[in-house]
């Protein structure tokens, strides 16, 4: 299996937080997660609204989550939205030179 970063990403056990009052439950994060780490449960705040619940046990700390969240609801400790679009931009560049996309040495994006 091909994994993106594999060298770049911290190497650390660390699991997403959630900031209930900028979660809306657009469930974005849901769909996306790659281990399933995230369910929408109802949230005990706010009657008749939804909230993301976080397995730890599931989550592996990538990050996709806190890159797709569009009210930045979810975030890693220890990991800056900035460094997560580095990541980002080093996983779509090893996936183009991988699969030999690339113009001029760089990276078509």
Same mark, same amino acid.
């Not at 299996?1 to 060298?7: A, G, L």
């Not at 790659?34 to 449960?41: N, Y």
């Not at 400790?77 to 580095?86: K, N, V, Y």
């Given at each position: 299996?091909f994994?993106v970063?594999e060298?770049?990403f911290?190497?650390?056990r660390v699991? =997403?937080?959630?900031?209930?009052?900028?979660?809306?439950?657009c469930?974005?994060?849901?769909?996306?997660?790659?281990?399933?780490?995230?369910?929408?449960?109802?949230n005990?705040k706010?009657?008749?609204k939804?909230?993301?619940?976080?397995? =730890?046990k599931?989550?592996h700390?990538?990050?996709v989550?806190?890159? =797709?969240?569009p009210?930045?609801?979810?975030?890693?400790p220890?990991?800056?939205?900035?460094?997560?679009r580095s990541?980002?931009?080093?996983?779509?560049?090893?996936?183009y030179?991988?699969v030999?996309?690339g113009?001029?040495?760089q990276?078509?994006f």
């Amino acid at each position: 299996m091909f994994v993106v970063n594999e060298k770049e990403f911290p190497d650390s056990r660390v699991v =997403a937080h959630l900031d209930r009052d900028r979660c809306d439950g657009c469930a974005i994060c849901v769909d996306i997660c790659p281990t399933g780490a995230l369910e929408l449960v109802n949230n005990k705040k706010r009657p008749g609204k939804k909230v993301i619940f976080i397995q =730890a046990k599931k989550c592996h700390g990538c990050g996709v989550c806190e890159g =797709a969240c569009p009210k930045e609801a979810i975030f890693i400790p220890g990991l800056s939205i900035s460094e997560l679009r580095s990541y980002v931009h080093k996983a779509i560049a090893e996936i183009y030179q991988e699969v030999g996309i690339g113009v001029c040495g760089q990276t078509p994006f």
